[in-house]
Every structure is written in C-alpha cells, then in structure tokens.
C-alpha cells in the first residue's frame, strides 16, 4: 500500500498498526510529521519500548546481524515494540535487504518496523520495499511544488482551525518561498495569536515575517528549475542583505560547468546516467539537470560560463578594453534569467 504523508495519518486513526512502515523522501517536514504520527499511534497503542537502528561512527551501514536478532528477541519491557530503522540514502544494500525480507516474510506479533530515509526515486525501490508494501504501508514525502504550495498551506491553516483568504494564503505563500518549515512555524504562530476570524492578507502581513531564506544554492536551483520570476525575487532578496555578487558567482560557475559537462555528454550520445554518478549528482537532484538541459544545447550552457566571468570581471571593476561598464547585480541577474527562461537570452546582448 502507499499513502501520501496526509493519507499516512489519516489512515494510522482508523485502526491497528501494520507490521511495516517505510516513509521516505527529499521533504524533510513531511518524513518527520510522518514519522512522528507512526510513533504516536504507537504509543496509544500501548506499544511503550522503541530501538533504533542507524549507521553509527566510522559505520556506513546500521548493524544488520543486531537488527535481525533483535526481530527474533523477546520484549524485555513491553508486550510490543517499534523497532526504527534509519536509512539516510533508502539503500539497504545485499545485507539489508535480506534482513527486511526476512522480516516481512513472517513478521513477528510483537514488533513494527518504522523505516525512514531521506531520499527516493524509482532507482531506490527494491524487492525489500515491495515487502514492506505488502505487509505495510509506504508513503513518499515528496517535495511540494510550486504551484502545489498554497493548496498545502491552505489545508495546514485548516489543520489549525484557521480561516485565511486567497490573498493571505498568496502572501504566506510569497513570505516562507517554498520551506515548509518556516511555513509550518508560521502557521503554528497564527493558531495562537489569531482572534479566530478569517485572516486577511493586512492581518498576515501583520503577523507573519519574512522566513524566505535567501542564499545561492536556492537562486541557481531557482534557475536551474526554470523559475524566472524566483530568480529575479531571491536576487533582490540577496543584494537588500548585502551580499557580495563575488560572493555568489564561485557557485554559480560551479554550476554552470557541471550543466555544460553533462550537456556535452548528453550531445555526444554518452551515457547521462553515468556523468550524474562521476560528478555525484544526487537522485534528488537529477531531475533539475535534465529540465535544464532540455531548454539549452550544449554551446549555449559553454557561452553561459564564458558569461559568469564576464560578470566577475564587472563586480571586481576589471572590464575589458570596450566592454561597457555595467551593474554587475543586473549582470548577474540577466545571465540566471536566461538560464530559467531561453526568451530572456536577448537580455544578455544587452548585458
């Protein structure tokens, strides 16, 4: 079975616990409310005694052999216990994976199995977390987009007992820019301040701080996932605190070399896959490349390079010989917008 995170709750209130739960993926807020749920249906359940599992030290896995003799151990203080296993990559590995067949394959009456992880993709799925779908329940906590973010903060503010209108839900939308997090905390602070009317966009501006977190991984993912109007916002965010353009564009380079390495690869007919595992790309974080390598060809990501040091150049006052002067803020901005958005690539015969 496998649930939404949401459904994951719903369903834990409507009856005993399954032998198995695996709730994995990149949301960090979604996983741990989702968790936390498994553990305290297990406490009202009576279930009192719970251990852990995780790679510990110099460790790169949990100790399989006491994960499996503890499935077989008798309870020292309870009838039932919750056994958490804790898989940052959701790579059990040969040994692992047998130790959870095994489990799932007779699941003792007196143990549940919590699973976590922190990542997931269609790669990470095996026979070990088909087993837990059968006997269990497996929810990804996927990252919420976009587009999907005011309906998630609309159903929280329900959760709350709040009220909130399009605009207030839009402006607590703008101010948390995508940490669910930040947003969360916000939506627990309104419960109780609210006066138990309907919130409006005057009373969350009122209420509510600016919890965007501004920084350059977040601009070039923004850039990278073709969100042009983010861009522009994070920069502005960025350059009203202070930051340096010189600060920004080590990373920024960074990345755009990495994209004309894969796009190079990609071109040539090589195997993409392989490139994202020699330059340790993430599961997580292959989709963003592939989108943006489908906006651009191979030249264009080498002229987008060329384009970074250029605007080094402008933010250290180095210019070259008949190179206008320029604000290296809109330098900058111009190149990340044409990177998101292949229209805006006229504004940088005029950077």
Request: hydrophobic share 45%; with cysteine.
């Given at each position: 079975m496998e649930l939404k995170p949401e459904q994951l709750v719903a369903q834990l209130d409507s009856g005993p616990l399954r032998p198995a739960y695996l709730i994995a993926g990149p949301e960090p807020l979604r996983v741990l409310e989702a968790a936390d749920a498994v553990r305290a249906a297990a406490r009202a359940?009576?279930?009192?005694?719970?251990?852990?599992f995780e790679a510990e030290?110099?460790?790169r896995e949990p100790d399989w052999a006491a994960l499996q003799a503890s499935f077989r151990a008798p309870s020292l203080f309870a009838s039932r216990r919750l056994v958490e296993l804790w898989l940052p990559t959701a790579k059990p590995g040969k040994d692992g994976s047998a130790v959870i067949l095994d489990f799932c394959a007779d699941p003792p009456a007196d143990v549940v199995l919590l699973v976590t992880a922190g990542e997931w993709s269609?790669?990470?799925?095996?026979?070990?977390?088909?087993?837990?779908?059968?006997v269990g329940a497996i929810s990804v906590a996927w990252t919420v987009k976009p587009h999907e973010l005011p309906g998630w903060i609309e159903q929280r503010l329900r959760t709350r007992g709040l009220k909130a209108d399009r605009e207030a839900v839009q402006q607590l939308t703008e101010r948390v820019d995508g940490n669910l997090l930040a947003a969360a905390q916000e939506i627990d602070k309104l419960a109780l301040l609210s006066d138990g009317s309907q919130l409006d966009?005057?009373?969350?501006?009122?209420l509510v701080a600016d919890a965007a977190r501004f920084d350059v991984f977040r601009v070039i993912d923004a850039a990278m996932n073709g969100q042009a109007a983010q861009v522009s916002r994070m920069l502005a965010g960025l350059r009203a605190e202070g930051t340096a353009v010189p600060a920004l564009l080590g990373m920024v380079v960074k990345e755009l070399q990495t994209a004309a390495g894969l796009a190079r690869?990609?071109?040539g007919g090589g195997n993409l896959s392989a490139a994202f595992?020699?330059?340790?790309?993430?599961?997580?974080k292959q989709p963003m490349y592939q989108r943006a390598l489908k906006r651009h060809p191979a030249p264009r990501w080498d002229a987008f390079v060329s384009q970074a040091g250029r605007v080094d150049r402008l933010a250290k006052g180095r210019g070259r010989a008949g190179e206008d002067p320029a604000d290296p803020w809109l330098a900058l901005e111009r190149l990340l917008l044409a990177v998101a958005e292949p229209r805006a690539l006229r504004l940088l015969a005029r950077a």
């Amino acid at each position: 079975m496998e649930l939404k995170p949401e459904q994951l709750v719903a369903q834990l209130d409507s009856g005993p616990l399954r032998p198995a739960y695996l709730i994995a993926g990149p949301e960090p807020l979604r996983v741990l409310e989702a968790a936390d749920a498994v553990r305290a249906a297990a406490r009202a359940q009576g279930i009192a005694e719970r251990e852990v599992f995780e790679a510990e030290g110099n460790q790169r896995e949990p100790d399989w052999a006491a994960l499996q003799a503890s499935f077989r151990a008798p309870s020292l203080f309870a009838s039932r216990r919750l056994v958490e296993l804790w898989l940052p990559t959701a790579k059990p590995g040969k040994d692992g994976s047998a130790v959870i067949l095994d489990f799932c394959a007779d699941p003792p009456a007196d143990v549940v199995l919590l699973v976590t992880a922190g990542e997931w993709s269609n790669k990470h799925g095996g026979k070990w977390s088909e087993a837990i779908g059968r006997v269990g329940a497996i929810s990804v906590a996927w990252t919420v987009k976009p587009h999907e973010l005011p309906g998630w903060i609309e159903q929280r503010l329900r959760t709350r007992g709040l009220k909130a209108d399009r605009e207030a839900v839009q402006q607590l939308t703008e101010r948390v820019d995508g940490n669910l997090l930040a947003a969360a905390q916000e939506i627990d602070k309104l419960a109780l301040l609210s006066d138990g009317s309907q919130l409006d966009a005057a009373t969350m501006e009122s209420l509510v701080a600016d919890a965007a977190r501004f920084d350059v991984f977040r601009v070039i993912d923004a850039a990278m996932n073709g969100q042009a109007a983010q861009v522009s916002r994070m920069l502005a965010g960025l350059r009203a605190e202070g930051t340096a353009v010189p600060a920004l564009l080590g990373m920024v380079v960074k990345e755009l070399q990495t994209a004309a390495g894969l796009a190079r690869v990609a071109a040539g007919g090589g195997n993409l896959s392989a490139a994202f595992k020699a330059q340790r790309i993430w599961d997580s974080k292959q989709p963003m490349y592939q989108r943006a390598l489908k906006r651009h060809p191979a030249p264009r990501w080498d002229a987008f390079v060329s384009q970074a040091g250029r605007v080094d150049r402008l933010a250290k006052g180095r210019g070259r010989a008949g190179e206008d002067p320029a604000d290296p803020w809109l330098a900058l901005e111009r190149l990340l917008l044409a990177v998101a958005e292949p229209r805006a690539l006229r504004l940088l015969a005029r950077a």
